[in-house]
């Protein structure tokens, strides 16, 4: 699996592996290799192939971490604006601002995900197949556990017929079965063995299964109640983790396989009617990112704006508790509602 050669961007390519990669770092870390085999190759590897990836890098398991942490650290100090320490888990709701009217006017749902990866396994991009579906085994007997009110059915990718998952998909509630970025990543290996998904009975409570992270477990609801999304969330997570022990790191927090995710691995989003902002996407973005926020199109991580509709998020993870991030979306949400209805 050794690269021997230094890898050579295009000038297009606006990577944090990129930007971070230096000759002397590179020269560094090769030969390291991880008790599961993960290489400086294997981490870059996503970054290398798809040279339009924001970041550009997957880890194996929890030692990449360290192991490879002269290239991480400043990748995740330029993403998060820390490199931790990470602080305790803090779901606590008591604090939350409010939302103004013209925003919750103009949010049509909100969604509040974390990732979740079990100790004693690799990540995705370094399992093996046998240790995926051990993973899947131990998540549905955690399901079955949850409280009656989140309770439901777990659906298996392979026994799912094409329509069904295609419908479920464009309504925001599964995973796509092609991504050429998980895939240089090693993220689609068998697929579609061992993936699929929890759904609660109301389909607002779900969990993904052995996709990009073991566990991404979400709560999404219509309308812009973001604390209510929040709240159903926590229920969910609390209820899983006395049944599943999760994969953290004392400096980073809940581990994931992309570094973007460490910490909280929380992403709450709205999507949201910005119709005087959408005159102009790119100074969106760049308003967003400076209030710490994050812009993605209608279906996701690279995709299109639709309808003057986006999905906006907390960019951080790192370093920042749960409670934080909501918080501190929350008040971007009112910021770029105000912003908005201005430029109307
Ligand atoms: P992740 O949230 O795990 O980083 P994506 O950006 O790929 O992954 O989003 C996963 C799915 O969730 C996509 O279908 C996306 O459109 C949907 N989604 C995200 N936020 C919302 C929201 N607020 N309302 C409805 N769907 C959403
Ligand atoms: C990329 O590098 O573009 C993909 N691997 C996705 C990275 C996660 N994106 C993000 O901004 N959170």
Same mark, same amino acid.
Request: glycine fraction near 8%; hydrophobic fraction near 40%; aromatic fraction near 6%.
């Given at each position: 699996?050794?690269?021997?050669?230094?890898?050579?961007?295009?000038?297009?390519?606006?990577? *944090?592996?990129?930007?971070?990669?230096?000759?002397?770092?590179?020269?560094?870390?090769?030969? !390291?290799?991880?008790?599961?085999?993960?290489?400086?190759?294997?981490?870059?590897?996503?970054?290398?192939?798809?040279?339009?990836?924001?970041?550009? =890098?997957?880890?194996?398991?929890?030692?990449? #971490?360290? *192991?490879?942490?002269?290239?991480?650290? /400043?990748?995740?100090?330029?993403? &998060?604006? @820390?490199?931790? /320490?990470? /602080?305790?888990?803090?779901?606590?709701?008591?604090?939350?601002?409010?939302?103004?009217?013209?925003?919750?006017?103009?949010?049509?749902?909100?969604?509040? !995900?974390?990732?979740?990866?079990?100790?004693? #396994?690799?990540?995705?991009?370094?399992?093996? @197949?046998?240790? !995926?579906?051990?993973?899947?085994?131990?998540?549905?007997?955690? *399901?079955?556990?949850?409280?009656?009110?989140?309770?439901?059915? #777990? &659906?298996?990718?392979?026994?799912?017929?094409?329509?069904?998952?295609?419908?479920?998909?464009?309504?925001?509630?599964?995973?796509?079965?092609? +991504?050429?970025?998980?895939?240089?990543?090693?993220? =689609?290996?068998?697929?579609?063995?061992?993936?699929?998904?929890?759904?609660?009975?109301?389909?607002?409570?779900?969990?993904?299964?052995?996709?990009? +992270?073991?566990?991404?477990?979400?709560? =999404?609801?219509?309308?812009? +109640?973001?604390?209510?999304?929040?709240?159903?969330?926590?229920?969910?997570?609390?209820?899983?983790?006395?049944?599943?022990?999760?994969?953290?790191?004392?400096?980073?927090?809940?581990?994931?396989?992309?570094?973007?995710?460490?910490?909280?691995? =929380?992403?709450?989003?709205?999507?949201?009617?910005?119709?005087?902002?959408?005159? +102009?996407?790119?100074?969106?973005?760049?308003?967003?990112?400076?209030?710490?926020?994050?812009? !993605?199109?209608?279906?996701?991580?690279?995709?299109?704006?639709?309808?003057?509709?986006?999905?906006?998020?907390?960019?951080?993870?790192?370093?920042?508790?749960?409670?934080?991030?909501?918080?501190?979306?929350?008040?971007?949400?009112? &910021?770029?509602?105000?912003?908005?209805?201005?430029?109307?």
């Amino acid at each position: 699996m050794g690269n021997s050669k230094f890898p050579s961007f295009t000038d297009g390519c606006a990577s *944090l592996l990129k930007k971070h990669l230096t000759k002397e770092i590179w020269e560094e870390l090769q030969g !390291r290799r991880t008790a599961s085999g993960f290489t400086i190759s294997d981490l870059i590897r996503s970054g290398v192939e798809q040279e339009d990836s924001s970041i550009g =890098m997957y880890a194996g398991d929890a030692e990449s #971490y360290d *192991l490879f942490a002269p290239l991480l650290d /400043p990748v995740l100090l330029d993403y &998060h604006g @820390s490199s931790g /320490p990470h /602080p305790a888990p803090d779901f606590s709701l008591d604090a939350l601002p409010e939302l103004s009217r013209e925003a919750q006017e103009n949010i049509l749902s909100t969604r509040v !995900r974390v990732g979740r990866n079990l100790a004693g #396994y690799p990540l995705g991009p370094a399992i093996s @197949s046998a240790e !995926r579906r051990e993973v899947e085994t131990r998540i549905k007997e955690a *399901l079955a556990h949850l409280p009656d009110a989140i309770q439901g059915a #777990y &659906h298996s990718l392979s026994e799912m017929n094409q329509t069904r998952r295609q419908d479920l998909v464009a309504r925001h509630l599964l995973f796509k079965s092609e +991504d050429r970025f998980l895939t240089s990543a090693g993220l =689609m290996r068998d697929w579609p063995d061992a993936r699929g998904i929890f759904l609660s009975r109301d389909e607002a409570f779900s969990v993904w299964v052995n996709e990009e +992270d073991q566990l991404r477990i979400i709560a =999404m609801k219509k309308g812009g +109640d973001v604390t209510a999304v929040f709240r159903l969330l926590t229920e969910g997570v609390s209820a899983l983790s006395r049944h599943l022990d999760f994969l953290t790191d004392p400096r980073l927090g809940f581990l994931t396989s992309c570094p973007t995710n460490l910490g909280t691995a =929380m992403r709450a989003s709205v999507h949201m009617r910005l119709t005087g902002l959408a005159t +102009d996407e790119a100074a969106l973005k760049v308003n967003a990112e400076a209030l710490g926020l994050q812009v !993605r199109g209608i279906h996701g991580e690279h995709s299109q704006s639709k309808g003057g509709v986006f999905d906006i998020s907390n960019r951080m993870r790192l370093g920042v508790t749960e409670a934080e991030a909501i918080t501190h979306l929350m008040r971007g949400i009112n &910021h770029l509602a105000r912003m908005d209805a201005e430029a109307a």
